[in-house]
């Protein structure tokens, strides 16, 4: 008995050794995959291409391949219910009812790229002896010319998301093309596996009876589908009626849910059908949307990419055998790049022709052909087990570094469409500060309705600038869409073409017209006036806006303020449908945006263009928004009849305390922002303040309340007041002033300057730099080039 006990301890204890080293090896796994992930991060590769290349090195260490051999067993089971969870989750992501809608554009792409990869591959393939038997010739070359037309949609959704080109026409078109070749792919794969299931190929079955087994197949897996289908809906939707979102899941609901979704993709072992293409099937047939369902996507993805995907790829490196890859056999790199070679050719001549008859740009065509190659997870653990039975281990090692190859050069296809999107970009400068002083402004001059003629036409007056170039300036009526208006509304193909017959409408556009053409006909050397409107509900003007500004290739939008001053000189409570506008439209805008706040500035008849009638002031603090301002403060500069003074904020180095101590800890993790304010400012103090065109103040301040009393002091001596919407936002001299805005679409400034405490005949003009959505450098994230 004690030697049994002994015995046992010693087993056990064994067992606990050797748990202990596959641990530390799944960790040291994770850590060189995060490691080499870490270093290839500066040439933009996605996490697949370190995970193979550590799974690969790792998977060929003499001494760790020993104690893969006695992990080996159970190696195949994580891998098999691993890949059940990934088949799975892809199935939720596809949209079955694709099948039986007209192809849209992104499909009519990944059709033609999947049809002749299939006939190149399928033509070429069997040239390529991949599979040691001929018995199964016909069956294995169409399994792997299937293989190579699809495209792993994950890894590519991963790839160009992370690469910043998600949300651009050219990414969301690969996405979604990436995932109709995956879904057509998968799905024919699945159907092929029933007339040839994976055993044949390892085990050589006989033939007789395969006819009867594939009847029997695939009625249980019509079965299968149907009863997934037809009951996985009603059931979902009972458990997410059983638990609301806010509440916590009752366990029991999700034990029950769990189970049967393993039962629909573990049923297929009774008849011989693989689970993890079963798990395929069952994820189309299961709901995408509730509760349960997004919260197991979830947890599947997290189970994937934190312990799953680490011994996935060590499985492959272990199943790769360096040892039995004959390096000096010509044979085997025709292997190797006969793959690369078909899949490339394939997906890019599909795309081409797909391409020609939508009417893409070939560059475009041949750089979403090459994204489409992309191949991962499921292709290379088919590859694995393809090798395990059947096919030579030089083929299988072959195919996998095939698969390699086919997303590391995706980072390379990207940049190329980056430049070419810069390159295609309008020639005319989205901001003012980087506009060409040869070049004409372009201005979107918007009101919204008689009230604002009068400041418009002053505020058009002082920013004409010089005659040569002069500016351009769409004068534009921001119309709310109502029912009466709707059936007065013509549109024609250009943005400039949209006409509405409502009378009221018509008298106000033709007041504003006959106003702005007096003032053109009285003076108007240098100003070419064109007329636009903007007729839209409150939820779309924005858009509509934004188009405008796109297809005219403006260089600034000039929103009036959403409240209007009343007869007592205060502000009345405004329009809150303009408010919104305005605050989507700074958000949105593909330009530079100003907000006029008028108090005053409309008052003034006539602007003199032989003394000064208008005092202006231009307060710089820091930021690419006070710099935009500075830049426009510079054209308001050169108007005989404004006398300019720009007044610029400083901190005070001399006051000595625990707040201005951790100023300029902050300061110095922002030196990069005040070289680039140091240096505008320098060129404009050379350009302007040194030859006496402009006057300059400079405030030395230590808080924001020195910056609210140097404000007060404005009253009385300016009538327009130009400010950055985000100026000093992060500085000592603003901090605290967001606790009481009012309006934060102003900015700090801006909002204390249109304040009710503040002065009624100082008008403000707040302007914002058009600022890049996303993180490309010099070009929106929502890029057209198609």
Request: charged share 20%.
């Amino acid at each position: 008995m004690a030697i049994a006990l002994t015995q046992c301890s010693e087993k056990l204890g064994y067992l606990i050794f050797l748990l202990g080293k596959n641990f530390v090896m799944f960790m040291a796994m994770v850590i060189a995959c995060n490691g080499v992930h870490f270093l290839l991060k500066p040439y933009q590769q996605p996490r697949i291409t370190s995970d193979i290349l550590v799974g690969l090195l790792m998977g060929n260490v003499p001494f760790l391949r020993d104690l893969y051999g006695k992990f080996n067993h159970t190696f195949g089971f994580i891998i098999d219910f691993g890949m059940m969870c990934y088949m799975f989750a892809l199935g939720v992501e596809m949209d079955p009812y694709v099948l039986f809608k007209k192809p849209i554009r992104e499909a009519q792409v990944a059709y033609a790229g999947v049809l002749i990869t299939f006939v190149i591959a399928g033509s070429a393939a069997p040239l390529l002896h991949y599979f040691a038997s001929e018995k199964y010739i016909l069956e294995f070359t169409l399994s792997l010319s299937t293989l190579l037309a699809s495209t792993a949609s994950p890894v590519l959704t991963r790839l160009i998301t992370s690469l910043n080109i998600g949300k651009s026409d050219i990414g969301k078109l690969v996405i979604a093309a990436g995932m109709y070749s995956d879904f057509i792919c998968s799905l024919l794969l699945s159907i092929g596996y029933i007339s040839m299931p994976l055993d044949t190929f390892c085990t050589h079955a006989d033939q007789k009876g395969r006819l009867k087994k594939a009847i029997v197949m695939n009625s249980a897996v019509l079965g299968q589908a149907l009863f997934t289908a037809t009951v996985s809906p009603v059931f979902m939707k009972w458990v997410d009626n059983e638990n609301p979102e806010g509440k916590p899941m009752k366990g029991s609901h999700l034990v029950l849910s769990i189970a049967f979704m393993v039962i629909s993709c573990a049923s297929s072992i009774l008849y011989n059908y693989s689970p993890v293409l079963s798990a395929f099937i069952t994820g189309i047939c299961f709901p995408r949307e509730g509760r349960v369902s997004k919260w197991v996507i979830s947890k599947i993805n997290y189970l994937l990419t934190t312990i799953f995907f680490p011994i996935f790829f060590l499985w492959m490196g272990n199943a790769a055998d360096f040892r039995q890859f004959q390096i000096r056999d010509t044979w085997i790199w025709v292997k190797l790049f006969g793959p690369i070679l078909i899949v490339t050719v394939g997906k890019v001549a599909g795309t081409v022709v797909s391409g020609i008859m939508l009417g893409f740009h070939w560059p475009e065509s041949v750089a979403i052909g090459l994204l489409l190659t992309t191949k991962g997870h499921f292709h290379i653990y088919m590859a694995i087990k393809v090798m395990s039975c059947g096919s030579d281990a030089t083929s299988g090692i072959a195919l996998v570094i095939a698969i390699f190859f086919t997303v590391v050069h995706a980072p390379a296809v990207v940049a190329h469409i980056i430049k070419r999107a810069k390159k295609k970009l309008p020639m005319h400068r989205m901001s003012l500060q980087l506009l060409d002083p040869s070049s004409e402004l372009r201005i979107l001059l918007c009101l919204h309705g008689p009230e604002n003629i009068s400041a418009s036409i002053n505020f058009m007056e002082i920013s004409r600038g010089k005659s040569d170039p002069g500016i351009l300036v769409y004068v534009t009526e921001m119309i709310e869409l109502n029912d009466q208006i709707a059936v007065t509304v013509e549109r024609g193909e250009g943005v400039e073409t949209t006409n509405v017959k409502d009378k009221d409408i018509v008298q106000m556009r033709d007041q504003i017209t006959s106003s702005f053409q007096g003032y053109l006909n009285d003076d108007g050397g240098g100003v070419t006036l064109k007329r636009t409107i903007a007729v839209s509900t409150i939820n779309n003007m924005a858009q509509d806006i934004c188009t405008l500004a796109e297809e005219l290739m403006i260089a600034l939008i000039i929103l009036p303020f959403h409240r209007s001053q009343t007869s007592d000189g205060k502000l009345d409570g405004g329009n809150q449908g303009f408010r919104y506008v305005n605050r989507k439209l700074l958000k949105s805008a593909p330009c530079s945006v100003g907000i006029l706040v008028n108090r005053g500035l409309g008052s003034f008849e006539k602007i003199s263009k032989t003394q000064v009638s208008l005092n202006v002031a231009t307060v710089f603090i820091g930021g690419k928004d006070d710099r935009e301002a500075l830049a426009y403060a510079g054209r308001v500069a050169g108007h005989p009849g404004v006398k300019l003074t720009v007044i610029r904020f400083l901190v005070d180095t001399s006051v000595e305390s625990s707040r201005m101590a951790a100023y300029r800890v902050s300061l110095s993790e922002k030196v990069e922002e005040m070289g680039l304010d140091d240096e505008c400012f320098a060129q404009f103090y050379d350009k302007y303040i040194s030859s006496g065109k402009i006057s300059y103040i400079e405030k030395h301040l230590a808080n924001a309340a020195e910056t609210f009393s140097t404000l007060r002091s404005f009253e009385g001596q300016y009538s327009l007041v130009i400010v950055g919407r985000e100026g000093g936002l992060n500085s000592i001299l603003t901090k605290g002033m967001n606790d009481w805005q009012q309006c934060p679409e102003l900015g700090p400034i801006g909002d204390v300057l249109s304040g009710p405490d503040f002065s009624t005949t100082v008008s403000v003009l707040v302007i914002q730099q058009h600022k890049h959505k996303g993180e490309i450098d010099g070009l929106d994230e929502e890029f057209n080039i198609m």
